[in-house]
């Protein structure tokens, strides 16, 4: 099955500076690439997500790129402010018929410092 | 607000019970996936439903079981529980089938219930 390798597991990040983190997946057949944003004790939210056709997406201050090739795909958080701060995840959509269901990263827990 | 609500949000219970998670999807949405996450696991695909039918299972065990009613709220019956169930269960719909050919749906996830076994 798929395999989704998140790094780093924690970032902490002056206000104002950027923040990048990484996941590579292992099955190419994979297409649907989603980041969530989790605050402690409440469910993943949304963020950004890219689909295989597409190299780069963007919204604000959120960029999200994708190489196929290498089987990997970042999340950019430029200007980062202290609201950034929470746990973020990568997740692949794998193979396989009938179903899209989500394989996630371990997650990186970003400290936004004020 | 994703739209997406489960009840109860908060189940503590003893080792060896049965409880019944519930999930109800976005208006519109026809799939429902449980997910559960765990300090040490992570957030884990369990099964998903499409319009009532089983669609996908991942990491569930024999203990756990689902069903998707005919109005599309879902309940996750975990039963003979044990220490380590205790996590965070988390519902997430979609609007579509899975089938290959169409674009990959965004799932939305529910508020999450946070299940104590002790």
């Known amino acids: 099955g798929e395999n989704v390798e998140q790094h780093p597991s924690t970032l902490s990040v002056q206000e104002g500076d950027s923040a990048v983190i990484k996941c590579t997946y292992s099955d190419s057949a994979s297409n649907y690439f989603p980041w969530y944003k989790q605050e402690l004790g409440k469910r993943p939210q949304l963020i950004i997500d890219i689909r295989s056709n597409v190299g780069e997406k963007k919204d604000q201050r959120i960029a999200v790129t994708l190489n196929k090739t290498a089987k990997h795909f970042s999340l950019h958080i430029t200007e980062t402010q202290p609201e950034d701060s929470a746990v973020y995840f990568c997740?692949?959509?794998?193979?396989?018929?009938?179903?899209?269901?989500?394989?996630f990263g371990k997650g990186t827990k970003l400290s936004v410092i004020p | 607000d994703s739209g997406v609500t489960q009840t109860p949000k908060h189940l503590i219970t003893a080792t060896g019970q049965r409880v019944t998670l519930r999930c109800s999807p976005r208006?519109?949405?026809?799939?429902v996936y449980w997910y559960q996450q765990s300090l040490d696991q992570g957030l884990q695909f369990l099964i998903q439903?499409?319009?009532?039918?089983?669609?996908a299972k991942g990491n569930i065990l024999e203990r756990f079981s689902a069903q998707q009613f005919p109005d599309l709220h879902s309940e996750l019956n975990l039963s003979s529980l044990e220490l380590g169930d205790s996590a965070l269960y988390f519902c997430a719909s979609s609007v579509g089938s899975g089938d290959r050919g169409i674009v990959t749906d965004t799932q939305y996830f529910g508020p999450g219930t946070r299940l104590t076994v002790l």
């Open positions: 208006s519109g949405d026809l799939s």
């Open positions: 997740a692949a959509s794998p193979s396989g018929a009938g179903s899209y269901q989500l394989t």
């Open positions: 439903y499409y319009n009532g039918e089983e669609r």
